[in-house]
């Protein structure tokens, strides 16, 4: 069974700072790999996904992530963060060929930036 | 509509009633999820439906829980004789694809589900 591991429960930035929130998955077969944000008051959006090809994925808003297929990881990160970036950020799995359906999510990580 | 909407956004109910929640996903997409994400966890899948059949309801908790899909369109989560532990929010999500490499699922508001 598939499960996504995310390292940090909460973290705390200044603005401009840069960030870098950790996710690793245990499944061994073809994954697809997404990131998804949560802003206060509102739905689960997404922010990026890796599907296939170049593993460096880059996203809305200046988030990019990197897919390390022999780590079987897939951090989260942008340069300089804003005091807008303020949000619940949940890394996923879904295994294609496996079970389709199921998107498993980690537990997500809460990130505060400080103006 | 222009993405999946969820209704009621929040419902409060009384330990052993029954409730029911509905999700009206993207139009044109076949596939259709619920989830269940609880306070400081994130989403659990509890069932997809392909078309108007359930083709994966092994996230179900227990047979409490129950879900139709009947014209293939609008869903409806059913809950009976809810329990405290039933609290959370119920999310509902949809996409094109119905598998493999490629599937995006779009995600409702919610329906935060209280029982007292």
């Known amino acids: 069974a598939q499960s996504v591991s995310q390292h940090n429960h909460h973290v705390i930035l200044s603005e401009a700072a840069s960030l870098e929130l950790g996710c690793n998955y245990s499944?061994?077969?073809?994954?697809?790999l997404f990131w998804y944000v949560q802003y206060p008051g509102q739905h689960l959006q997404l922010l990026l996904k890796?599907?296939?090809?170049?593993?460096l994925v880059k996203g809305i808003k200046g988030f990019e992530a990197e897919f390390i297929k022999s780590k079987f990881s897939f951090n989260l990160r942008k340069p300089s963060v804003q005091w807008s970036d303020t949000a619940e950020y949940f890394c996923a799995v879904n295994a294609p060929y496996s079970s389709a359906s199921k998107i498993i999510f980690g537990s997500g990580t809460r990130l505060s930036i400080r103006p | 509509g222009a993405g999946v909407s969820q209704t009621p956004s929040n419902k409060v109910t009384e330990k052993g009633k029954y409730v029911e929640l509905r999700c009206d996903p993207i139009s044109g997409h076949t596939a259709l999820y619920w989830y269940r994400q609880s306070l400081g966890q994130g989403p659990e899948f509890l069932i997809y439906?392909?078309?108007?059949?359930?083709?994966?309801d092994s996230g179900l908790p227990n047979d409490r829980f129950f879900a139709v899909r009947p014209e293939g369109s609008v869903s409806t989560l059913k809950i009976q004789r809810t329990e405290r532990g039933d609290s959370a929010v119920y999310l509902c999500?949809?996409?094109?694809?119905?598998?493999?490499?490629?599937?995006?699922?779009?995600f409702g508001p919610g329906t935060r589900l209280t029982v007292l």
């Open positions: 439906f392909q078309g108007t059949g359930a083709a994966d």
């Open positions: 890796y599907f296939s090809g170049d593993p």
């Open positions: 999500a949809s996409s094109l694809l119905v598998s493999g490499v490629g599937n995006e699922q779009f």
């Open positions: 499944y061994g077969g073809t994954v697809n």
